[in-house]
């Protein structure tokens, strides 16, 4: 059932406790070679700002030190926030690192903010262009320029163009701008299918894509152990609950904090909210339920995020993800 299907990475570069910005950033470009030597087809890299505990804060830069880092992985966004830029500096980035790295480049474009108000007001272009616009001008710059104005350097193969969503709405967008979409279930569990029948029932032909590639990202923690793979899931969700409760600019907590900590009633209905949807346990356990999400959707892709404290834990567990969908 899941011949075909492409398996990638989705990263965030969580900071733990006891770590800095700097650890979680080196970490991803050890994982990026990890999962490249285990047939992973991309490695993308998301956007945030003002929050500590995410170190993702600029895609393109850290995705230039990836590719330099690796030899045959695809490379990208997942996604650029365009309303935080100007499409001419986005084209400038991305046409540097498809300059650089031919072939192998990625941009994933989201129509979010992607952090607080006080940052997104400091972010963007500030002619405030909505999205289509912006997007039709990105397009341009790669095409040649835009209004006169060319964006220097003009990579010979430029970069892939996706879309990036977690609604319908933004589903059937992609699909008629015949863009590749992929759909955020890792932020907005269970609206895959729809999400993505609408896509293929909206898709038109483009220069850029002549078929419909749709695909799904999830949270996956796969571990040998149940019992271990959902205490490392409780790890990330336990940070979000104390950023959302105690302080918004904490990091991470250790996965000795996490299982010392005893959850509310609350808590524990968020931590369920969170970890139910998504893949978390031994190979045996996820395989069933991947598969119907597979089945269900008719994936062309599945983007993989996982994001725990232990390192070594966090690259068995895109081993083990890659095994299963192989074996699918």
Same mark, same amino acid.
């Given at each position: 059932m899941a011949e075909g299907i492409a398996v990638s990475v989705h990263d965030t570069a969580p900071v733990w406790r006891g770590d800095t910005a700097g650890d979680a950033l080196r970490r991803s470009v050890d994982l990026a070679r990890a999962v490249e030597a285990l047939g992973y087809r991309r490695y993308w890299v998301a956007e945030h700002h003002n929050t500590p505990a995410l170190a993702t804060s600029s895609p393109a830069v850290l995705a230039g030190s990836i590719l330099a880092a690796t030899s045959t992985i695809r490379v990208g966004s997942g996604a650029v926030l365009l309303p935080n830029h100007s499409p001419y500096v986005v084209a400038e980035q991305f046409g540097v690192l498809a300059g650089l790295h *031919? #072939?192998?480049?990625? %941009? #994933? %474009? #989201? $129509?979010? *903010?992607?952090?607080? #108000?006080?940052?997104?007001? $400091?972010?963007?272009?500030?002619r405030r262009l909505d999205f289509d616009d912006a997007l039709r001008e990105l397009n341009e710059y790669f095409a040649g320029g835009s209004g006169g104005v060319r964006a220097i350097p003009e990579p010979g193969t430029p970069p892939e163009i996706w879309l990036v969503g977690s609604s319908a709405s933004s589903a059937a967008y992609a699909g008629r701008l015949g863009l590749p979409y992929v759909y955020a279930h890792a932020i907005v569990g269970g609206g895959a299918p729809e999400a993505l029948e609408a896509y293929r029932q909206a898709f038109r032909p483009s220069p850029a894509l002549a078929e419909p590639h749709a695909c799904v990202a999830v949270i996956a923690v796969a571990n040998d152990s149940d019992e271990r793979a959902h205490r490392l899931a409780a790890s990330f969700v336990y940070g979000q609950i104390l950023m959302r409760t105690v302080d918004p600019a904490t990091v991470l907590p250790t996965e000795e904090e996490t299982a010392a900590h005893r959850f509310t009633a609350a808590e524990e209905r968020f931590l369920r909210e969170k970890i139910d949807p998504q893949f978390v346990g031994s190979p045996e356990r996820i395989a069933p339920r991947l598969g119907d999400l597979l089945r269900r959707t008719r994936a062309d892709e599945l983007f993989v995020l996982t994001q725990v404290p232990d390192h070594q834990a966090r690259i068995r567990s895109y081993e083990l993800v890659a095994k299963i969908v192989s074996s699918l």
């Open positions: *031919p #072939g192998r480049v990625d %941009l #994933g %474009l #989201g $129509r979010a *903010p992607g952090g607080s #108000g006080e940052a997104a007001a $400091r972010l963007g272009d500030p």
